[in-house]
């Protein structure tokens, strides 16, 4: 473990004061957090479950129940993670690596953390500064905060449970006691995509990770060297997460959030409203809770269920961090605008009863279970897909149907086109369908791929004109003003039914 002495405390704080004056192209990131307060500690025993339908840590019921779990009996929507954990105890899933981009990291017993570390404040190789904040009380754990979060180890009877269902966290520290320059943030993004930092004194990262989650903000436009870094993470196939910022403000201000290829996620409270701290606006891509959320701070070893509750967009960003990791433990070859466009397409959408808005918050509340199911049914080729559009009901219902209505309608030619088999039509959600000679890539750029269906809501509807045999298809999407040019694939079933043979 590092140790600061007061002399180096104050001359790190001189030297922090220094380069904000004397380098005013470096912003300084000066987030406003929420300092975590330790939990009341229960009055009775923490009891475990025995049935396997809930984790059983100790803390789960009484701390983390009503943003982890929900059910259509209760008041809350809740980001639904219990489910996805429970069928990931009997299935083999994949450990995905979570890149923690912030301040304030310790060991923890109950924290996944890899083997491996960084710390591009004091340029080493070891992220942690327990030491230094057991001597300063102002410096918290932010980063262990963050982690927990994530990666706290599920199912042992003991603290928190960890909204990752097979994940680690490589800690990488980017700041002292919650301040740092854009050149930090910059070069820990470079490092968890691969970037070689040996040459002062940093051992590279032994293979990058699937997810960046940032819970820090500056406010201003993106720093130009941010932005090459995320650009350069994104072209190795990273999901990055960053949490809006708690200031109250336009989330297009806030930077890494307002950067071009990142998440940004804004925090709803416990009755699922727009929190009343979180920066808002159409740069929000979704919202998950992040107030009064159950993590750890430094180990207490006489108190193994030590527990902190806290608010801020710095705990809603690694819900969604969570939710991806889940997803990309249980597929293979996702890319960025499929994860994306799964993560966005399964969000429970906003009611009246919630003051947030796809204006405000994002596309909806994070939903997990939905993300993973989703996710699962997209790699078999069940989520998006062209189908034969007969093939309900048993043999006889068919050939009635072709009997009575086949002069009318073209039942054996007739396809079905599904966007999104858990979806529901969203209004301001627009799909394009596109397709290209048989295999070619669909590009929308290209002018072999042409535009087949335009401007549509639905995300089921039958097409009597598709030409299965000689095109591939593909769909991209808007939400709202943000629309992209990446393509989602479409799975085409040729096969026939008997019926129509």
């Known amino acids: 473990?590092?140790?600061?002495?007061?002399?180096?405390?104050?001359?790190?704080?001189?030297?922090?004061a220094t380069a904000a004056v004397s380098a005013p192209k470096e912003p300084l990131v000066t987030e406003r957090y929420f300092t975590p307060q330790l939990a009341p500690q229960s009055s009775v025993k923490q009891s475990v479950t025995s049935d396997g339908t809930l984790p059983n840590d100790a803390e789960f019921m009484r701390l983390q129940y009503s943003y982890l779990h929900s059910s259509l009996t209760e008041a809350t929507i809740g980001n639904h993670f219990v489910g996805?954990?429970?069928?990931?105890?009997?299935?083999?899933?994949?450990?995905?690596?979570?890149?923690?981009?912030?301040s304030g990291f310790a060991p923890h017993p109950d924290i996944s953390y890899a083997n491996e570390s960084a710390d591009f404040f004091e340029r080493d190789s070891d992220a942690y500064s327990e030491e230094h904040m057991r001597n300063f009380a102002s410096c918290e754990p932010h980063g262990s905060f963050v982690s927990s979060v994530i990666a706290a180890k599920s199912n042992n009877g003991v603290g928190i449970f960890g909204s990752g269902n097979n994940v680690e966290a490589i800690p990488v520290r980017v700041?002292?006691?919650?301040?740092?320059?854009?050149?930090?943030?910059?070069?820990?993004?470079?490092?968890?995509?691969?970037?070689?930092?040996s040459d002062e004194g940093i051992n590279d990262i032994s293979h990058q990770?699937?997810?960046?989650?940032?819970?820090?903000?500056?406010?201003?436009?993106?720093?130009?060297?941010?932005?090459?870094?995320?650009?350069?993470?994104?072209s190795k196939g990273i999901s990055i997460v960053?949490?809006?910022?708690?200031?109250?403000?336009?989330?297009?201000?806030a930077w890494p959030a307002n950067c071009k290829g990142v998440i940004a996620v804004s925090a709803t409270d416990a009755s699922d409203n727009q929190a009343s701290f979180t920066n808002y606006g159409a740069?929000?891509?979704?919202?998950?809770?992040?107030?009064?959320?159950?993590?750890y701070g430094l180990d207490d070893p006489s108190l193994p269920n030590k527990a902190y509750i806290g608010s801020g967009t710095s705990f809603s960003s690694p819900l969604v961090s969570a939710a991806i990791a889940n997803v990309l433990s249980v597929t293979d070859g996702l890319t960025l605008a499929e994860v994306k466009y799964l993560l966005l397409s399964t969000s429970t959408e906003f009611t009246d009863n919630t003051t947030c808005t796809v204006d405000s918050c994002g596309e909806g509340h994070l939903n997990n279970d939905k993300l993973v199911q989703a996710g699962e049914l997209y790699q078999s080729g069940n989520l998006s897909y062209i189908k034969q559009a007969l093939p309900y009901g048993n043999a006889c219902d068919k050939q009635?149907?072709?009997?009575?209505?086949?002069?009318?309608l073209p039942l054996c030619g007739m396809l079905e086109l599904t966007l999104n088999a858990l979806g529901t039509e969203r209004d301001h959600v627009i799909y394009n369908v596109y397709r290209a000679p048989k295999g070619t890539a669909i590009d929308v750029n290209d002018s072999a791929t042409e535009l087949f269906i335009s401007d549509t809501k639905k995300t089921t509807q039958l097409v009597p004109d598709f030409d299965i045999e000689s095109f591939d298809y593909g769909f991209t999407v808007c939400f709202s003003d943000d629309c992209s040019d990446d393509v989602i694939k479409i799975t085409t079933y040729e096969e026939k039914d008997a019926s129509c043979e």
């Open 209 to 234: 990770v699937d997810v960046i989650n940032i819970s820090r903000a500056g406010y201003g436009e993106c720093p130009v060297d941010v932005q090459e870094a995320i650009d350069y993470a994104v």
């Open 84 to 102: 996805s954990w429970l069928n990931s105890q009997t299935k083999t899933t994949k450990k995905i690596r979570v890149g923690i981009l912030d």
């Open 400 to 408: 009635l149907l072709i009997e009575t209505f086949g002069e009318s």
């Open 175 to 197: 700041a002292a006691c919650g301040e740092g320059m854009n050149f930090e943030m910059t070069d820990g993004i470079n490092w968890l995509a691969g970037k070689s930092f």
């Open 242 to 253: 960053a949490g809006a910022g708690n200031a109250s403000v336009e989330t297009a201000t």
């Open 1 to 16: 473990m590092k140790k600061l002495t007061a002399l180096s405390t104050a001359i790190l704080a001189s030297l922090i």
């Open 283 to 295: 740069t929000n891509d979704i919202t998950a809770r992040g107030v009064s959320m159950a993590m």
